[in-house]
Every structure is written in structure tokens, then in C-alpha cells.
């Protein structure tokens, strides 16, 4: 039986976020990256193969792994020809021009004629065509923060999340250029079989996501406003209303979409709700 070989970060900011998304699915997957290169999922047919994270395009690109999950900015920056076939939701970060803090900055057009230290010289090649802008890009591999302090750089472009290594630094974030989430990416060619297990997999990974964006929702209403409450909650299908024991009253469950429940949640205390619990959701399948 074919088995499909996922590639993961070895040990890095995506390696436990990926191995959780396994364990969610149901997939056990040992955590042990720091040593092993390879290991068989024990109960899905899927084998891990742990790499650096700049590796793993490469190698999925090559069918040497059959997907992998990598950042969006080093499946940008390294561009190969895989698909991205799903965003996770993980690893959020995104990629910023930096100046330092002593800069009279005043836009864009600024970074004319400068030279710009990065690890990332296609995406800002890339950046800077698009804004027309003429800048030298000084390539280096790691620590480019320091490059204008030690004179190597007017400026940098890197990977900000929340902005204290720059500060540290005497830079301020003046442009935040691309947005990058942890991505499954796929090999074009899988096999039927593999593409099945794709397929499977995907559908576990949906409803993790579907899960997390939603809460149970449990209240209790009076008989009497029940409408005015049952219009509020839109559930799955619909609510289910259970009688109480106490007459006149019914016990409300439904779905409700997380980024909604602080506007829901005064509505329906405003039309008579009590004793309302909200409680996360394992998995959810549509
Ligand atoms: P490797 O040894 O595998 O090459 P690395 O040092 O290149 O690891 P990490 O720092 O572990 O990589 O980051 C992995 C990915 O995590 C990044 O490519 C990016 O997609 C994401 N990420 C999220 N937030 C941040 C952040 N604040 N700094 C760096 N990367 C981040
Ligand atoms: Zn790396």
C-alpha cells in the first residue's frame, strides 16, 4: 500500500504547530524531530520526513516528499513548481521594509538608491519592481537586523511578527509588503492512491478549521422569547430547543461563528437569555 511522505519543518517556529495538526487529525506522529529524519504515521498511511524548512519546496517540487508544510515566504521565495494546496492558519508573520528609527522617512520612494540587506531577495526584487523602485539588494543569510547598525545597509527587509527584535535594533517597520501563513504544499503528480490520501487528510484538516472557528453555544430562554432568540442563533441546521424542567423555560444549543459570539452575545441577553455557556468545538464535519 502506497503511503504518502509529508515533509515537515525538523525543528523550528512550524515543527510543533505541525505535529499538533497531525495529532488533531488523528495522526499520530512522533515528536522526536530533533532526532529522527523519518518517521510512519502509526494508524493513517502517512510517513514524516523532518527537513530544514527551506528545503522542503525543493523536495516536494522533486516527489522526494509528496507535500510538506512550509511557509508561504519560502514557497515564494524559492519558487518552485508545487502546489499550495491548503493555508493552515499557523506561523502567521509577514515581511516588512525597515529603516532606522532616525530615518525622515516619507514613503516608498524613499528606499531609491539605497541598499536594502535581506534573506529574502526574490520576494523583494519582486516588491521592489512592482513599486518601481531602484535599490541595491545585499543578500545575506541570517541576523539581518544588525546591517544598518554596522553599516552594511540603509535598511532591511525581513520577517517582523512583533516588532521588538527591530526595536532593539533602532529600526521602526515602514512598509509591510507580504503576508505569509504555514501552507500545505503538494507534489503536481501524486498518484491516485496518494491523491486519496490527500483527500482524507484534507478533510480531517477542514474540519479541525471548521471547529475552531466555531463555538457550541448552550442557553437558557423563556418559552415566551424563544422567536426573538432562535433569530439570532443560525446554527448548523437549525437549533435544537429542549424542554426544562422548570415550566415555561427551554434549554437553546447551536453553532455559533467565533468572530460573531461578541455581537450575538448582548442580543441575546437583551432578548432574555440566561445561563449561556460557550464551549469549543473538537471537530466539525459539515
Ligand atoms: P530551519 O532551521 O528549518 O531553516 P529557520 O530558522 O529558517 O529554520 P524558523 O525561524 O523556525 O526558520 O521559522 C520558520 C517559519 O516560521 C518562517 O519561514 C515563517 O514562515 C514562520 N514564522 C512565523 N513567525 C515568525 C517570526 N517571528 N520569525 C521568523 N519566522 C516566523
Ligand atoms: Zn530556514
Redo the contacts with the bound molecule.
Sequence with gaps: MERLKIAI??????SDKSIELFEKAGIKVSNNGSRLLFAEAADFPVDILYL???DIPQYVADGVADAGIV?E??IIETGKDINVTEKLGF???RLSLAVPRSVDYTGLQWFNGKKIATTYPVILKKVLQENNINADIHVISGSVEICPVIGLADAIFD?V?TGSTLLSNGLVEVEKLVY?E?ALVTNKKLSDTKKEILDKLLFRIHAIAAAKSNKYILLNAPKDRLNDILKLLPGMKSPSVLPLAEEGWVSVHSVVQENRFWDIIDELRAAGAQGILVVPIEKMVL
Design positions: 519543518q525538523k525543528s523550528g517556529r512550524l530544514r524548512d527551506d511557509g515566504n519560502v506561523g502567521k508573520c520577517i511578527s505569509s504555514a
